[in-house]
């Protein structure tokens, strides 16, 4: 079956511009993960849905970071102003049990 | 909150030979503990995990160790391949309470040399 995708893969931002990153879980998956992986690093945590509910924002680094599920399904990571710094990878998971499912990623560069 | 150390951060091994990667955690709370396998511009995809309730998992050639009380686990592969060359992330979840979200070491990148 389809697993986690996500797009853009590739995303080249100017410093100051908005973004918008998007994550399509694998159907049926209540849980649903973002995460961070700067370069050498492993994930981090950002933002943690279930169903549309937000339950966990605690990993997003400032206030230009903003996460949305509003129908339970299709989730967006949207970032405001980019920074050089909020330069990584960001990782989409799903899940309806223990393991989580990740997506190839959404390669971010802010010049 | 939690905190999750793993080493080494690289492992060079001859084609045959066996790996080891240890990981620590801190909090004493989580239960659960998954290992990823991630290729150069791959997505991480899990290759095994094991439950706090549980001491060894095996699986062909790869099995996990944890010990609780010291809050360490391990990830050992035997008979290493070529193509089991890779990043290897551990972490940890607490599955108490309303999030599972994981946290993950620094990663180890092994290299098997044919």
């Known amino acids: 079956g389809a697993g986690v995708s996500q797009s853009p893969r590739y995303k080249v931002a100017k410093r100051g511009q908005d973004v918008a990153l998007r994550c399509d879980p694998i159907?049926?998956?209540?849980?649903l993960f973002w995460y961070q992986q700067a370069l050498g690093q492993g994930p981090e945590f950002l933002t943690y849905?279930?169903?549309?509910?937000?339950?966990?924002k605690s990993g997003l680094p400032s206030d230009r970071f903003f996460a949305e599920r509003p129908e339970g399904s299709v989730s967006t990571l949207k970032i405001q102003r980019t920074q050089q710094e909020d330069s990584a990878v960001y990782l989409c998971?799903?899940?309806?049990?223990?393991?989580?499912?990740f997506g190839p990623g959404t390669r971010l560069t802010v010049l | 909150g939690e905190n999750v150390e793993q080493h080494p951060s690289t492992l060079s091994v001859q084609e045959g030979d066996s790996a080891v990667i240890k990981c620590t955690y801190s909090?004493?709370?989580?239960?659960?503990f998954p290992w990823y396998k991630q290729e150069l511009g791959k997505r991480p995809q899990l290759i095994i995990d094991?439950?706090?309730?549980?001491g060894e998992k095996k699986d062909q050639r790869i099995a996990v160790t944890l010990n609780k009380t010291a809050k360490h686990f391990s990830l050992h592969i035997t008979e290493t391949q070529p193509e089991d060359s890779a990043v290897y992330f551990c972490?940890?979840?607490?599955?108490?309470?309303?999030?599972?979200?994981?946290?993950f070491g620094k990663g180890t990148l092994l290299t098997v040399n044919p």
């Open positions: 998971a799903s899940s309806v049990t223990r393991e989580q499912f």
């Open positions: 972490a940890a979840r607490n599955s108490g309470g309303s999030n599972y979200k994981l946290t």
């Open positions: 159907s049926g998956h209540v849980s």
């Open positions: 094991i439950r706090s309730n549980v």
């Open positions: 909090d004493s709370a989580s239960n659960y």
């Open positions: 849905f279930q169903n549309e509910a937000q339950l966990d």
